[in-house]
């Protein structure tokens, strides 16, 4: 689901957004290609949602999301520490369900002009 | 001294513009003057300006190593250079780098966010139940009231604050606290968003890690630490940037991130670009 293809859902003009209610907001946005996991732990460290855990046996640890978390806000601060390249947010977070979103385009890398 | 330029001084200035004259050629002018424009080609790599703002995030995890007081004195002066409505400078800091003071900012903010929790997190509650109602009765009036504040982003953070999963100045060992002067030319705020951006931006140049801290807000209910601090009108409370050395290398390398409309206008035309 990308960002364009989020329909507003709800048109009650008396209601507010429910943070926990899937059908309002973008969940699990966050990508996690495990074979350039080194298991490092550093994206769990940096998260600002402490979204991010480590699983699997000792000598072959991976990074992976928490079972039931909705707090990501795609800052990407994940990749930035990642020596691998391996998770990254490609969405944005947003009430997608209840703001309609608008002007919005996909994700990009800086780009030079 | 003399207040006034008496005739010698006029002379001497004279001589010193004949002097310029005589010694800077044609060539050198024209030099000169095509150094006032410089040529970017398309494509060209990122200047040290823009490497710092695209290496910058907000860092929430710090070294436990203080930075030495000189490398926060840079950033102020950064701060002291931004720009502002009429020129007002709206601004004045209080840098906070004992631990116990910060801790002591860190427990009232956590009081506040469990206080709030209580009261307007609904999530708390099965979806259905008495209780959930009840209190998203609660939360949906604020909402109304100031809708940016009680933003579900920020609420997330609140229930984290109050579970004590987050830590509001992120256990920072520097904590710099900017104060508004609410008499500033136009829009102060905006100034203060300013001031703080070059600051950060300096910070990040000089490889520290910044986060702005917009709960610090929840200070300006504390009467006797805004006492303490010193903090009376016209001044407000306004930001709190916490500083330090970043864990992990956020730096090596840039993100991606959305885009965002952009409406062109040239050539009588409009275009729409991302």
Not at chain 2, 112 to 128: E, K
Not at chain 2, 175 to 186: A, E, N, P, S, T
């Amino acid at each position: 689901m990308t960002a364009a293809s989020v329909e507003k859902a709800v048109v009650d003009p008396d209601h507010l957004p429910v943070w926990d209610d899937p059908r309002e907001t973008i969940f699990r946005r966050v990508t996690i290609e495990l074979d350039k996991c080194d298991g490092c732990k550093l994206c769990t460290v940096v998260c600002p949602a402490n979204l991010l855990e480590l699983f699997g046996p000792k000598d072959n640890l991976k990074a992976r999301l928490k079972a039931d978390v909705t707090g990501c806000m795609s800052c990407n601060n994940c990749y930035a520490v990642c020596a691998g390249r391996g998770v990254y947010a490609t969405e944005p977070y947003d009430f997608a369900g209840y703001y309609e979103q608008k002007r919005i385009g996909e994700f990009a890398f800086p780009r030079k002009f | 001294m003399s207040d006034a330029l008496d005739l010698e001084d006029l002379e001497n200035l004279e001589d010193l513009e004949c002097e310029l004259k005589v010694v800077e050629t044609k060539a050198d002018r024209t030099a000169r003057r095509r150094m006032a424009i410089q040529e970017i080609a398309p494509g060209a790599d990122w200047n040290d300006v823009e490497h710092a703002i695209l290496t910058r995030r907000s860092i929430r995890k710090f070294k436990g190593r203080q930075p030495p007081a000189h490398m926060i004195r840079r950033i102020l002066e950064m701060g002291r250079f931004a720009p502002s409505q009429g020129n007002c400078q709206p601004w004045s800091f209080i840098v906070i780098r004992d631990r116990e003071m910060i801790a002591e900012m860190e427990q009232y903010c956590v009081a506040a966010c469990q206080n709030m929790t209580a009261n307007i997190d609904y999530t708390n509650y099965a979806p259905g139940s008495e209780q959930r109602a009840a209190i998203m009765q609660n939360t949906q009036q604020l909402n109304r009231e100031s809708p940016n504040a009680f933003h579900p982003v920020p609420m997330t953070a609140v229930k984290s604050i109050a579970n004590g999963r987050f830590a509001v100045f992120h256990k920072a060992p520097t904590v710099i606290l900017i104060l508004m002067d609410k008499r500033g030319v136009g829009i102060p705020e905006v100034d203060i968003g300013v001031v703080g951006t070059n600051m950060v931006l300096a910070a990040q140049s000089l490889g520290l890690g910044t986060c702005w801290v917009g709960f610090s807000k929840l200070l300006t209910s504390n009467t006797a630490l805004m006492d303490k601090l010193g903090i009376a009108p016209p001044f407000e409370l306004a930001e709190a940037i916490s500083v330090g050395y970043p864990i992990g290398n956020p730096a090596q390398q840039t993100i991606s991130r959305q885009t965002h409309q952009i409406s062109w206008w040239e050539g009588g035309e409009q275009q729409i670009l991302y």
